[in-house]
């Protein structure tokens, strides 16, 4: 086969792919790559993934980290609990920012049609606005 119909082979194939499996491709990757990331902060090697979930095969967790494995909702359920991650969420990590705004303010007394007005002097007032930020 040369190379130029490699190439187009390659390109057909990937033209081919629906939005909705690329979808769901990406999701795969995402959960497997989850999977790995907690993994290697446990300091876990694939044996101790498959020891904590109950599994004897060790290509099992081989094929759970490939990126291609299709998981059950019981499967994820396993792994979110032994892992002690969300691995149903597959959106990004948002972030909670609260800012915050001091003011000053400073009133004396004055009397205004023959009533003394006093306020509290040098009062501190703040309010906060609060924003919700994507990684």
Same mark, same amino acid.
């Given at each position: 086969?040369?190379? +130029?119909?490699?190439?187009? &082979?390659?390109?057909?194939?990937?033209?081919?792919?629906?939005?909705?499996? @690329?979808?769901?491709?990406?999701?795969?990757?995402?959960?497997?790559? #989850?999977?790995?990331?907690?993994?290697? !902060? +446990? *300091?876990?090697? +694939?044996?101790?993934?498959?020891? @904590?979930?109950? #599994?004897?095969?060790? &290509?099992?967790?081989?094929?759970?980290?490939? *990126?291609?494995?299709?998981?059950?909702?019981?499967? %994820? !359920?396993?792994?979110?609990?032994? %892992?002690?991650?969300?691995? %149903?969420?597959?959106?990004? #990590?948002?972030?909670?920012?609260?800012?915050?705004?001091?003011? !000053?303010?400073?009133?004396?007394?004055?009397?205004?049609?023959?009533?003394?007005?006093?306020?509290? @002097?040098?009062?501190?007032?703040?309010?906060? #606005?609060? @924003? !919700?930020? &994507?990684?």
């Amino acid at each position: 086969m040369t190379n +130029k119909k490699r190439k187009s &082979s390659v390109g057909e194939i990937l033209a081919s792919i629906t939005p909705k499996e @690329a979808r769901r491709i990406e999701n795969r990757m995402l959960i497997a790559s #989850k999977i790995d990331e907690v993994m290697r !902060t +446990k *300091g876990w090697g +694939k044996k101790d993934l498959m020891h @904590a979930v109950g #599994k004897t095969n060790p &290509s099992e967790i081989t094929r759970w980290l490939s *990126g291609t494995h299709n998981f059950t909702i019981d499967t %994820l !359920t396993d792994l979110c609990f032994v %892992l002690d991650v969300d691995l %149903l969420n597959l959106e990004e #990590k948002q972030e909670t920012v609260i800012q915050r705004y001091n003011f !000053t303010v400073s009133v004396k007394s004055e009397i205004i049609n023959n009533c003394n007005v006093n306020a509290m @002097a040098n009062s501190q007032l703040y309010f906060e #606005k609060t @924003a !919700t930020l &994507s990684n």
